[in-house]
């Protein structure tokens, strides 16, 4: 997920420009916010793109207005938090969605990492296995896909508003989809292999 805010045309302390400060520590908001599932870095792209992430989390929940929060100026809190609109204030909703998201995309994983041994056993019930594993990180990625795509959705209204925040859903969610059709393809082959394979 990403985020970009205007430029530094503001003045005042309201964006940091020092490209190693932490996050978290009210230094001032930065003008790009990535999210990934262990952590997140944000950017400043003036006058050229540096920045810092944070440090990493297991099982990360998605809550942009904590972030920015953390990162605003005591002295600027009330306007930005009169400035973000509700749907990036819904840290209840968003936390919640993408931490299962999160958890199913694990789950997603290390059913894939499973396949890789049984189908090289080639036996059976190793294919047979192999298929029901596969099936499982497709349905997995399936609904992970689909809440972070309801997630992106989601705070994409700010798009139409006035703030000059830019949401939009990165790279990740495209590859999550793309691990799905893949997990998918891939349970007929294991299919047909437990079928006409005859070694048990």
């Known amino acids: 997920m990403r985020m970009v805010f205007g430029n530094n045309s503001i003045q ?19 003008h790009e916010y990535r999210w990934g599932l262990y952590h997140y870095c944000a950017y400043i792209l ?9 440090n990493t989390t297991f099982s990360l929940a ?6 920015l929060r953390d990162d605003v100026s005591p002295k600027y809190f009330v306007q930005v938090n009169e400035f973000i609109i509700s749907s990036l204030r819904d840290s209840p909703y968003l936390g919640t969605l993408s931490r299962v998201a999160y958890w199913l995309i694990l789950v997603a994983t290390i059913a894939t990492i499973c396949v890789i041994p049984l189908s090289a056993c080639k ?14 990180s497709a349905a997995s990625l399936l609904i992970a896909a689909s809440m972070w795509s309801s997630i992106v959705s989601h705070v994409q209204a700010t798009n139409k508003t006035q703030t000059g925040i830019v949401a939009d859903a990165g790279q990740s969610l495209w590859l999550t989809w793309a ?5 998918l393809l891939s349970v007929l082959p294991y299919v047909v292999s437990s079928r006409t ?4």
């Open 12 to 30: 005042g302390d309201l964006y940091n420009t020092t490209a190693d400060a932490p996050l978290g520590h009210s230094l001032g908001l930065r």
């Open 46 to 54: 003036e006058p050229t793109t540096t920045g810092v992430c944070s």
């Open 62 to 67: 998605w809550t942009p207005f904590e972030a």
């Open 123 to 136: 036996t059976t019930l190793t294919f047979l296995l192999a298929a029901i594993l596969s099936c499982g």
């Open 179 to 183: 691990a799905f059709a893949f997990s």
């Open 197 to 200: 394979y005859r070694r048990y």
